[in-house]
């Protein structure tokens, strides 16, 4: 993983087409505004995770 300090405003590129701006930070949130083509998929990890672990529990429920 690597790790980059960003201030409010700076931004990091991935590769030509996907940039990653600090939006703002307030306590310990930090807000972040991400510009990429409509064709790459852009979802917060913490959902896909909670379905991830919603299915697994429902399969196990289903075999008990």
């Known amino acids: 993983m690597l790790i980059l300090t960003r201030k409010v405003g700076e931004s990091i590129a991935i590769g030509d087409e996907i940039k990653i701006t600090v939006v703002s930070t307030k306590g310990g949130q930090v807000r972040i505004g991400i510009d990429a083509p409509k064709t790459v998929a ?3 990890t913490e959902l ?3 379905s ?3 299915e697994k529990n ?3 429920g289903e075999e008990s």
Do not use: T
Request: aromatic share 0%.
């Open 52 to 54: 991830e672990v919603g």
């Open 48 to 50: 896909s995770v909670g």
């Open 42 to 44: 852009i979802s917060r």
């Open 58 to 60: 429902g399969a196990e």
